[in-house]
């Protein structure tokens, strides 16, 4: 059997789904829901992804996300992977965790993506047996940030899918909206036996065609990619300092070398090297050092807007984009 059409392009959204090997939980406790969202967190900073809704179930997942970068694939392995990796090693078991690969059906968003999110917000109640009476007491959806019952993880996208409602009230209508239920055509379209890749008005789906038909090759705009020398030079000279500083481990500083944090995060993302070739290029006995420094600019990247604010502009700079 062919595997589904994937459909991948700047900024395109996408209702993602999975769900358990055999239709198994999970997620089985709080620790659980709390690691993928974890992971989702890891892949927006290190992907560029947005995510505009997301929800739970104990035995599948549902987000809604857009791609400015046009590399869904390689943001769900990575949540995928990471979230896997973390299931088999705190309940001792092995092998696959979800199915197969996701689905993820390309949405319209002028036409659609408010309705995909109220479906994906009322999953907690639209099931056999509901788990809860209220969607409100459901805590592992976005569902109470959108209705500002609950703090807003930084990495979650709210403002879009207020703009489609056009109304002011924008908390209160998108809770009255929700509360609704889902529409028709949309429950008609999850309902079937074979899931389409497409959700959308003839319109899109004839420009999505057109998209298709151009091979990569063809593509108006092409990645170059990036050798970590590249990037070690271009930081060097931003930050107006020797490669040496930024390779070099400085034993003792109590102070944050931000720009290696940058360079080996950035590397990491541009270059296509793996833990292991970065840590003999940035002078680390072992691996998890890399990937120990990457979380810990993560984390910055999320508490401090500057930093993020800095680390975007690098990583635009080195993402040359060349026209064809």
């Not at 990645?223 to 040496?244: G, Q, W």
């Not at 050092?289 to 984390?299: E, H």
Request: net charge positive; charged share 25%; with cysteine.
């Amino acid at each position: 059997m062919s595997r589904p059409l994937r459909i991948e392009y700047e900024n395109a959204f996408y209702h993602v789904m999975n769900r358990g090997r055999g239709r198994e939980n999970t997620f089985l406790s709080d620790d659980d829901f709390k690691c993928f969202l974890y992971c989702i967190e890891q892949a927006s900073l290190r992907f560029n992804i947005e995510v505009h809704s997301y929800c739970l179930m104990t035995n599948h997942y549902h987000l809604l996300i857009k791609t400015p970068d046009a590399n869904l694939g390689r943001a769900m392995k990575h949540i995928n992977g990471l979230y896997t990796q973390y299931f088999n090693r705190a309940h001792n078991t092995d092998g696959a965790l979800f199915r197969g690969r996701y689905k993820a059906v390309l949405v319209d968003a002028d036409n659609y993506l408010l309705h995909v999110s109220r479906y994906i917000h009322r999953n907690p109640i639209e099931t056999s047996t509901p788990l809860v009476d209220v969607l409100i007491d459901y805590k592992w959806s976005s569902y109470s940030a959108f209705i500002k019952k609950t703090a807003t993880p930084k990495w979650l996208v709210r403002d879009f899918i207020f703009s489609l409602q056009g109304k002011n009230r924008k908390y209160a209508a998108y809770k009255q909206f929700v509360e609704y239920e889902n529409n028709k055509e949309v429950s008609t379209f999850y309902g079937a036996k074979k899931l389409l890749s497409v959700l959308g008005c003839d319109a899109f789906i004839e420009k999505i065609k057109g998209y298709i038909a151009i091979p990569d090759s063809e593509r108006s705009i092409v990645i170059k990619k990036r050798s970590t020398d590249d990037v070690i030079d271009y930081l060097a000279k931003y930050f107006c300092i020797d490669t040496h500083d930024i390779v070099t481990v400085k034993k003792g500083r109590k102070e944050k070398n931000l720009p290696r944090m940058f360079a080996i995060k950035l590397c990491q993302d541009l270059t296509g090297q793996n833990l292991k070739a970065l840590a003999v290029i940035f002078n680390v006995q072992h691996y998890s050092a890399v990937s120990q420094t990457v979380c810990r600019l993560n984390k910055l990247i999320i508490e401090d807007d500057k930093v993020k604010l800095q680390f975007v502009k690098l990583r635009d700079s080195l993402m040359c984009e060349v026209k064809i």
